[in-house]
């Protein structure tokens, strides 16, 4: 029998109570800020955010480097990304995500390459610009289609006070004014990769567009329909599907941010009428520079499932004329019966199953309403790295009585998957073999468990399927690792 909210939101806040009980008093009362059962009415989930996580305990967050190299800068397919310093975080971060780019590798696109200072004792010592100086020289050498580097540093650089500022125009004046951009995400900053998304949209604020020549690029012509896809990676494909949808309603895309992206899209980007901001906690900075700068308007958007892609069409659809808003609707009206053959064929096999979210940047919250398209239910979400407006944004999602968990730790997350047994849990890499042994279905909903795009109409098809395999597939029922399933 299902609860109703007032039991749901009673079981959640003893069950918030139980996991606290594990801890030191100190540990249990600064980690109690950041668990809740969502009140409907709140303007915000009621956990606090953004705060250094604890000494001791499993977080299962990124640095500031991870969230510059990684997911800002990392993407952007004809430049070059150096790995500054030793060549742990350069491995650890080289093909990491899956952004798809249409380019040749090595020769005009460099996304999955590694480029890596290699940094050793003797350059921690003696300083590692004049090592750098070279690299650049060799890049230049080896790759001379490559449109700019950017130096990505690591903690060593800022403990040791590398001037790579000062490299950087050097080089580039050298280089008859090449871009070339010192990134500052030394991975000890800030409390997670957030900080690195901030530093990364500085530095191409200060740049790239500060330094970029508003003539340089003559055979660009405004159109009215003008926008910029920002806070794209393009996993799985997720850019080129919401491009279709967004060209399909009449509107021209000047630039991927950065999934696909390039450099001359990034300069380009102050001529577009509108940005569609996707990822809101890693491109929010730029976009806002941008319309105060430039006095170009954003809007967030979320083509996660059919319910929010028709709101997501009308409300960029509103920002233009008459012929973008029944291109929309025409586009809205085009896609219904494919959208109603999915629903059909999945929706009686996954409806009523409760679902679990723990996941990076948007996702907690944009995929809601895909799985509720496909009448599952979320029983909790939180975020690895969000901050307070994020969870603001949150409260548009989500149901009175919800479990809300903020950089939740390892042993969290597991006694409370353990007590709601959701049928699904959406995480990442780190959590999927732990719930996968306990024999519980999992997907891997930072790049999509290597399938996708989940954006689009296209992509709620691929994403529908791929619920119902990891939820339907036999082997569950042969897997006894569950601490509960032992026990019982």
Known sequence: ??????????????????????????????RAKHLNAYEEG????????????????????????????????GPIKDMVHISHGPVGCGQYSWASRRNYYIGITGVDSFGTMQFTSDFQEKDIVFGGDKKLEKIID???????????????????????????????????????????????CEGFRGVSQSLGHHIAN??????????????KYPEFVSTPYDVAIIGDYNIGGDA??????????????????????????????????????????????ISRHMEEKYGIP?????????????????EIASHFDDTIKANAERVIAKYRPMVDAVIAKYKPRL??????????????????????????????????????????????????????YDDVTGYEFEKFVERVQPDLIGSGIKEK?????????????????????????????????????????PVWGLAKGAPWKKAA
């Open 1 to 30: 029998m299902s609860m109703t909210v007032e039991e749901r939101k009673a079981a959640n806040k003893a069950l918030i109570d139980e996991v606290l009980k594990a801890y030191p008093d100190k540990m249990a009362k600064k």
């Open 42 to 73: 709140r303007p915000d989930c009621g956990v606090k955010s953004n705060i250094k996580s604890l000494p001791g305990v499993m977080t299962i967050r990124g640095c500031a480097y991870a969230g510059s190299k990684g997911v800002v800068w």
């Open 138 to 184: 060799e890049i230049e050498q080896l790759f001379p289609l490559n449109k700019g580097i950017s130096i990505q540093s690591e903690c060593p650089i800022g403990l040791i006070g590398d001037d790579i500022e000062a490299v950087s125009k050097k080089k580039s004046k050298e280089m008859g004014g090449k871009t070339i951009i010192p990134v500052r």
């Open 202 to 215: 500085d530095a191409i604020r200060d740049w790239v567009f500060d330094k970029t020549d508003p003539a």
């Open 240 to 285: 080129w599907s919401s491009r279709i949808l967004l060209e399909e309603i009449g509107l021209r895309v000047i630039a991927q941010w950065s999934g696909d992206g390039t450099i001359a899209e990034l300069e380009n980007t102050p001529k577009a009428k509108l940005n569609v901001l996707h990822c809101y906690r890693s491109m929010n900075y």
């Open 298 to 314: 954003w809007v967030e958007y979320n083509f996660f499932g059919p319910t929010q892609i028709e709101k997501s069409l009308r």
């Open 351 to 404: 409806d009523g199953k409760k679902v679990m979210l723990y996941v990076g940047g948007l996702r907690p919250r944009h995929v809601i309403g895909a799985y509720e398209d496909l009448g599952m239910e979320i029983c909790g979400t939180g975020y690895e790295f969000a901050h307070n407006d994020d969870y603001q944004r949150t409260t548009h999602y989500i149901k009175d009585g919800t479990l809300i």
């Open 433 to 473: 073999y732990v719930f996968q042994k306990m024999g519980l279905p999992f997907r891997q909903m930072h790049s999509w468990d290597y399938s996708g795009p989940y954006h689009g109409y296209d992509g709620f098809a691929i994403f529908a399927r791929d619920m119902d395999i990891a939820i339907s597939s």
